[in-house]
């Protein structure tokens, strides 16, 4: 069987809007690199980025690049978007295995819906949405792309 | 552990008919929330001028994008002088709360006569179900929006699917939800939905957010609930038995936040309702347990979260949720605790969480449409939602 596979929003669906605290994310993604506030004080990762670590109330924060990876913590399958009738989106929260604490919460693209599982390994891709911004989503990794992203 | 000496009662509960999403229209929110609070004082035996307080939730929210205003009502409904006006806090968490914070004023010596109401009109541009999706793009819902979870039904089929991976919760559990909330609006005149729901009609539903199809999905309904609440000395006097108020509390805990509009929960809590630390001090300030309460008005916006709220009540263990309620716990008839026996958010009607209020006064009063015998307490809760969620306990006049 053929499965449609899952697949963003359209780009104009989408927008974003920013502060001073959440543009370098954003800034980042539209060079294609996934990154996420790190606290200097006390190394707690954050998402989404706010102006004060959690844990020690610092506001100084470092911007790490992450590798990328990622694991399906939990999801959704949606079928009913209004205009996009054979569309499927499947929507999950991500762990990152290198910010450990942070989620995303994002999509799983380019997947057979029905192979997605809690547990399974991802990696980051952009996907254009509004205003030239690039949007952080994730499609099921395997080594063939662990080997065009090397 | 004996339970504390209530201070303050419910006297008087009100409401508009529920219409159909929009078909409350061209009534004003203004309109609706008055026609609710002079049923409420019709139904107490008090005139609108002896209302001095008002003590709302949803930052007094009429709908998704709308709101009460206390001048509006005072200068529409004639009401001379108010010496309290507040609000909880967020959205429809705060539903049960509020009847908290009208107690707060009026222990505090702050009104004496306080009213709490939800009037909710969903006119197109005003939706439960857009309110995430179409809501214009901030940094922080930047971090949501995006993934396509366009409802809080699609925001929290996410948080049932982690509940069925970590504890086997399967579907059945949220079909008895859903079934058994149904029969029990079968003989509720006040219930949209009158038709007998099966298990076949749940399975063959069209999926929205899976693993939730649409009858995990509450009503979008419009109407308005009022309900005041006075000391309980002066409750003594009115038209109706007192409804004394056991414990109220609201609030949550950090773990739980902003909840699914963050996503960031620590696994336990993510498959949770986050009504844990709230129960645990409703029940503290009580001094009862789950085994006391006869009858449970859970906020049903959709079906998972009955099944938590369970779990986080302690009507069963962390992660049996979905047997307990397999095994017709909650059933009207010949359940161990039944729950919303007027037909919830599901079948009868959705205003943000009062008509469980309504529902959990008719039973202390013993005139509920499926009365639980002998009932002599009811919980009530306000949504799982971000903070503040929130707990009520109502019991009878000794
Ligand atoms: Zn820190």
Known sequence: MSAVLSRALPPERVQIATDHVTEPFWQAARERRLAAPRCADCGHFRLPPTPFCPECQSQKVDWVQLSGRASVFSFSVVRDIPGLDDAVVVAAVVDLPDAPGARLVSNVIDADPDEVRIGMELVVDFSPVSDGWLLPVFRPFTPAVEGKEG | MALQPPDTAIVGVGATPYYPRGESYPQTITELAGRAILAACEDAGLSVKDIDGFAYYSMAGGGYGRSMDTASLMETLGIPEITFTASLTAGGGGSAGSIGLARAAIVAGDATCVVSVMALQQLPQYRLGGVFGKAEPTPEKSFIQPAGLTGPGHLMSVLARRHMHMYGTRREAFAEVAVS?????????????????????????????????????????????????????????????????????????????????????????????????VAQRLYGKAGVGPDDIDVALLYDHFTPMVVMQLEDYGFCPKGEGGAFVESGAIRYKGGSIPVNTHGGHLSEGYVIGMTHVREAVEQMRGTAVNQVPDAKLALVSGGPATIPVSGLILGRDA
């Open chain 2, 181 to 277: 909330t149904r029969e029990n609006a079968l003989t509720r005149p006040t219930a949209l939905r009158r038709t007998p729901l099966t298990l076949d009609d749940y399975f063959n539903a069209r999926m929205i957010a899976e693993p939730l199809c649409l009858y995990d999905f509450c009503m979008e309904t419009d109407g308005a609930v009022a309900v005041l609440t006075t000391s309980l000395e002066r409750a003594r006097d009115l038209r109706q038995k007192p409804v004394p108020v056991i414990a109220a509390a609201h609030g949550g805990r950090r773990e739980w936040g902003r909840a699914f509009s963050w996503m960031g929960m620590p696994e336990e809590t993510f498959a949770s309702s986050g009504h844990a630390a």
